[in-house]
């Protein structure tokens, strides 16, 4: 079966001493194979912007692996290209 997922969620802490905060946005497609294949569950692509306020930066495009065990846990191996935005540090 295939899942569509939509999220939003939103990053803040501190890299080299400078507070940093920022959106994303992301839209993913997952593929869930009905059964394992090579220990996998399934595949994902997608796409994720970050620094929303920024038309040019900040734009991902995803692809990865996952497995999900039956307990509700799992693991994704997720390759991802893309622009970082400026992330600009208040001085």
Same mark, same amino acid.
């Given at each position: 079966?295939r899942? +569509? #997922? !939509?999220? !939003? %969620?939103h &990053?803040e /802490?501190?890299l *080299?001493g400078? $507070? %940093? $905060? !920022? #959106?994303?946005?992301?839209l993913d =497609?997952?593929?869930n194979? $009905?059964?394992n294949?090579?220990?996998l569950s399934?595949? $994902? =692509?997608g796409?994720?912007?970050?620094?929303?306020?920024r *038309?040019? +930066?900040?734009? !991902?495009i995803n =692809? /990865?692996?996952?497995?999900k065990f039956d307990v509700?846990?799992g693991? %994704?191996?997720?390759l991802e290209?893309?622009?970082? /935005?400026?992330? &600009?540090?208040?001085?």
């Amino acid at each position: 079966f295939r899942v +569509l #997922n !939509f999220s !939003f %969620y939103h &990053s803040e /802490g501190v890299l *080299k001493g400078k $507070s %940093y $905060s !920022f #959106n994303h946005l992301g839209l993913d =497609l997952e593929r869930n194979w $009905s059964q394992n294949k090579i220990g996998l569950s399934g595949w $994902s =692509l997608g796409y994720r912007k970050e620094e929303l306020h920024r *038309k040019r +930066l900040g734009h !991902f495009i995803n =692809l /990865g692996v996952f497995r999900k065990f039956d307990v509700g846990a799992g693991f %994704y191996v997720l390759l991802e290209y893309g622009q970082h /935005g400026y992330r &600009s540090f208040p001085e």
